[in-house]
């Protein structure tokens, strides 16, 4: 079974610039996940879909931070403008059906750094 | 917002020692689960602990879950070098809307 997939691996812009990062799930995951990792701290919730649909947005910096999941299966997460606090690495995970008690399939993340 | 917070942030240890790390979380859960992080990689699931369980094992793991003290724990036996990464817990509420804490560095010396 495929992983989830990320890509770029590694992103370097200056501030004020964009970035869009791009995740395809394990194939047939209705649930797809965008967290942030800031170095040495625990990954950050930054949106939750489930199929083409947001659950959880609450997290995510609306004025700078937007993500789509058209049809449902790969997503992109765009940063416009970035910031210099917006170094981390953006994590993407899927899950299954995004019930209570699945687990999360993690990409190996996207590294971006902002000058 | 965190949910889980790791304790301690850092553990070292020898090869062939056992590592607990703990977890505490400030909510009613569903579920807890551990992950682990190697250097520069994503996350991989280990074990899930449901709110009604109070010990889980898997191979060297060992998860238990006290809700009354909103705390877990997860032992690492007869460690390895390769089991060198950082550990974190996180809790599910609604929706599946997993929150991470901050992890604890385990470094294991061979």
Request: proline share 3%; hydrophobic share 35%; with cysteine.
């Amino acid at each position: 079974e495929a992983g989830v997939a990320q890509s770029p691996r590694y992103k370097i812009i200056e501030k004020r610039q964009s970035v869009a990062f791009w995740c395809n799930p394990i194939s047939g995951h209705a649930t797809l996940y965008w967290y942030q990792q800031i170095l040495g701290q625990g990954p950050k919730l930054l949106i939750q879909f489930q199929n083409n649909g947001v659950v959880d947005d609450s997290q995510l910096p609306k004025d700078r931070f937007s993500a789509e999941r058209l049809k449902g299966v790969d997503s992109t997460l765009k940063i416009q403008p970035a910031k210099l606090e917006d170094s981390a690495v953006y994590l993407c995970a899927s899950s299954s059906r995004g019930l209570i008690n699945e687990k999360l399939f993690f990409g190996s993340g996207t590294q971006l750094s902002v000058l | 917002s965190q949910q889980g917070e790791e304790d301690p942030q850092a553990l070292s240890i020898q090869e062939g020692e056992n590592a607990t790390m703990n977890c505490s979380y400030k909510t009613s859960i569903n579920n807890l689960q551990w992950y682990r992080q190697n250097s520069g990689r994503g996350l991989v699931h280990l074990i899930l602990i449901r709110s009604n369980e109070r010990e889980k094992h898997s191979g060297r793991l060992r998860v238990t879950l006290d809700t009354s003290k909103k705390s877990s724990s997860l032992l690492i036996t007869a460690s390895r070098a390769a089991d060198t990464a950082s550990y974190f817990c996180a809790t599910a509420h609604n929706n599946n809307d997993m929150r991470f804490g901050a992890g604890t560095r385990l470094t294991v010396k061979p």
